[in-house]
């Protein structure tokens, strides 16, 4: 397995987002994200407001364990410092998910699932560098694919875009680490 | 109760697959579990319960899962007839389930996806608990 050079995971942005999420306001970063409707209020009339907090609330605790999911590598000892600082990057975006999914979901009149105190890993199955790498594109590609199961059962079109934009971010995150293993970091024109 | 309807023809139709057809259908069927890996594993319990253990046994009755009273009080048992009819639209089949998935509309994707999981989640490998 061809591992890609650290020296090519370079994450120059990381410090300004680090800046970035820890000043602005969830709504803030919706507005940035070109959500503002979300950012004001998801409207409680579109839809079925428990049905489409249901689905963000799935969403919400998929995300909590990509959190926890991206600690465990980075706390591996086994990632070489630009790929940790790239795992942390990516940590990074799935915090900022979890902060515009929760909002939205009390925005709707639900509660926001919290983080779970422990998560189930395979870190027996951890021994290198490219078996996190794996970890982590498996649990990306997965969460392409549950986002795009959802996009369709909003029955707001506002949160079917939401989703649609967090999709595109794990879309990202896969290629850039199916680019990390040596694989095909686009392998099709479409996603499933 | 989980409706019935359809199950016998699909269950026919599934036991008719050649084993070789069934065999070619192993990879096809792994990749597309690769979609399920935001929320599910064979083993262990994520955001979604464990699938090891999956084939006769009662919806929402993993221990310790927290389960959506739909899914509760769905009254399936699963096998390859219940979960094709599922994994076709799961918030048709089950309203109110946690699983917030569209479903996968093509029969021979769920089919492949059907015959892994038959196996995998009986496999002493990915399941070496019992279950």
């Not at chain 2, 083993?43 to 739909?70: E, I, K, T």
């Amino acid at each position: 397995m061809k591992i890609a050079h650290p020296s090519l995971l370079i994450v120059p942005s990381r410090r300004r987002f680090l800046y970035g999420s820890a000043t602005l306001s969830a709504a803030a970063v919706a507005m940035l994200a070109g959500r503002p409707s979300l950012a004001a209020a998801p409207d409680a009339r579109k839809g079925d407001p428990a049905a489409d907090a249901r689905i963000l609330n799935t969403a919400l605790a998929a995300e909590h364990e990509a959190i926890a999911a991206y600690q465990v590598g980075a706390d591996s000892g086994l990632l070489r410092a630009p790929t940790r600082e790239l795992a942390l990057q990516f940590q990074g975006h799935h915090k900022a998910h979890v902060d515009l999914l929760a909002q939205t979901v009390t925005k709707l009149g639900g509660t926001p699932v919290e983080k779970k105190q422990k998560y189930s890993f395979p870190t027996g199955d951890l021994k290198a560098e490219a078996d996190v790498l794996r970890f982590a594109s498996g649990l990306e590609r997965g969460a392409v694919s549950a986002y795009l199961g959802a996009v369709p059962l909003f029955g707001n079109p506002d949160l079917a875009k939401a989703a649609a934009s967090i999709l595109g971010d794990e879309a990202m995150h896969w290629a850039v680490l199916r680019q990390a293993l040596g694989e095909n970091p686009v392998p099709s024109a479409f996603v499933s | 109760m989980f409706p019935t309807r359809g199950w016998i023809g699909v269950t026919v139709a599934l036991a008719c697959v050649a084993p070789h057809a069934a065999a070619d259908a192993a990879p096809r069927g792994e990749e597309i579990y690769s979609r399920c890996l935001a929320c599910h594993a064979l083993a262990y319990d994520r955001v979604g319960p464990r699938h090891c253990g999956l084939f006769g046994r009662r919806a929402g009755s993993v221990p310790g899962f927290d389960y959506s009273d739909a899914m509760r009080k769905s009254g399936i048992v699963w096998d390859a007839a219940t979960l094709d009819r599922f994994l076709a639209a799961p918030t048709q089949v089950v309203p109110g389930t946690t699983m917030g998935y569209a479903g996968i509309p093509d029969p021979a994707e769920r089919a492949a996806l059907i015959a892994w999981l038959r196996d995998a989640s009986r496999s002493a490998k990915s399941c070496p608990q019992p279950q």
